[in-house]
Nanobody, 123 residues
Framework: QVQLGESGGGLVQPGGSMRLACVVSGRTFSSNAVGWFRQAPGKEREFVAAISWNYKTDYLDSAKGRFTISRDNAKNTVYLQMNGLKPEDTAVYYC?????????????????WGQGTQVTVSL
């Protein structure tokens, strides 16, 4: 059974940094793409970042230059380093695993989801 577990969320001040981690269990994921999504209250879940099996990456426009996605296949873990956080980044952040190798940006492209971790950017 494939499970994804996110960690690293919490409260941070504007301009601060935070690193989220997502551990995948139940299978190795070196051949799979992994993505991060977020959902703010009253809004649809949106794509934030993704990384393919061969380390190609893609980002939400507002995340480019501030967020970095990375993966450690030996640890079955994907990270999302977030710098220069803004109040509008406040949301529940989810990691998701594709059965396919290439990255994608649609929620429907991903097959497995974590439970999410809350990120709040506020004074």
């Amino acid at each position: 059974q494939v499970q994804l577990g996110e960690s690293g969320g919490g409260l941070v001040q504007p301009g601060g940094s935070m690193r989220l981690a997502c551990v995948v269990s139940g299978r190795t994921f070196s051949s799979n793409a992994v993505g991060w999504f977020r959902q703010a209250p009253g809004k649809e879940r949106e794509f934030v970042a993704a990384i393919s099996w061969n380390y190609k990456t893609d980002y939400l426009d507002s995340a480019k230059g501030r967020f970095t996605i990375s993966r450690d296949n030996a640890k079955n873990t994907v990270y999302l380093q977030m710098n220069g956080l803004k109040p509008e980044d406040t949301a529940v952040y989810y990691c998701a695993l594709r059965a396919a190798a290439w990255l994608a940006t649609g929620t429907y492209d991903y097959d497995y989801w974590g439970q999410g971790t809350q990120v709040t950017v506020s004074l």
